[in-house]
């Protein structure tokens, strides 16, 4: 980028600058003070290429250093055929799905998504396509892909869920990574036959 404002080609120096401000360098009062750019300085992109920077920069400081209070969400669970099953509301519509950390996505039946779309729980627009996924016996299925607007699980609200649509009517409802890797860490109490949930909130 100095090199290219030195030689006056301002339109490559601020290309340059840009890639190194959104690899993270930040030290903007040198940049502004440094010789190399003057031929920068009468520009006002450059000028608003750090002001804008330098507020992104900011902004992710101040978020960095935010206190956050740990808190423990305790979600009940039954236990049936040696799986973990519990309550989940999707689009406020409550559903008892099988806690299951090996599923990529949260997994509903053909059943439970032929009833939202018909009660309005799920739209046409929630619809994102298909994909290919492997059953519990090996067995390569294509699903539906939708997007869930929202899963309130143990009390938090999560918005924009990928789920997949599976073409049985038995399948069973799953509780996959697309919830369960937006939580934080979960313990099993089986003393008390509950999902511990620790997770900050801002204060």
Request: net charge negative.
């Amino acid at each position: 980028a100095c090199i290219y404002s030195k030689m006056g080609e301002q339109e490559q120096a601020l290309d340059y600058l840009k890639q190194t401000l959104e690899r993270g360098y930040s030290s903007f009062r040198h940049i502004r003070r440094d010789r190399d750019f003057t031929g920068l300085h009468d520009i006002p992109a450059f000028h608003e290429m750090l002001d804008h920077y330098e507020q992104l920069f900011n902004a992710r400081e101040k978020a960095a250093t935010t206190d956050y209070t740990e808190q423990i969400a305790e979600v009940p669970f039954t236990r049936e055929k040696g799986v973990f099953k519990v309550n989940c509301n999707i689009n406020n519509l409550p559903l008892y799905f099988i806690f299951d950390t090996g599923a990529s996505d949260v997994s509903i039946s053909t059943v439970e998504a032929t009833f939202m779309l018909k009660n309005n729980y799920l739209s046409s627009e929630d619809v994102i396509g298909k994909q290919n996924f492997m059953t519990a016996t090996g067995e390569i299925s294509e699903g539906t892909v939708v997007n869930l607007r929202n899963v309130n699980f143990g009390g938090m609200d999560l918005s924009n869920v990928r789920a997949s649509v599976v073409k049985s009517q038995n399948a069973p409802l799953l509780l996959g990574q697309s919830v369960l890797s937006r939580l934080g860490k979960i313990e099993i109490d089986n003393e008390k036959k509950v999902l511990k949930i620790y997770y900050k909130v801002q204060q």
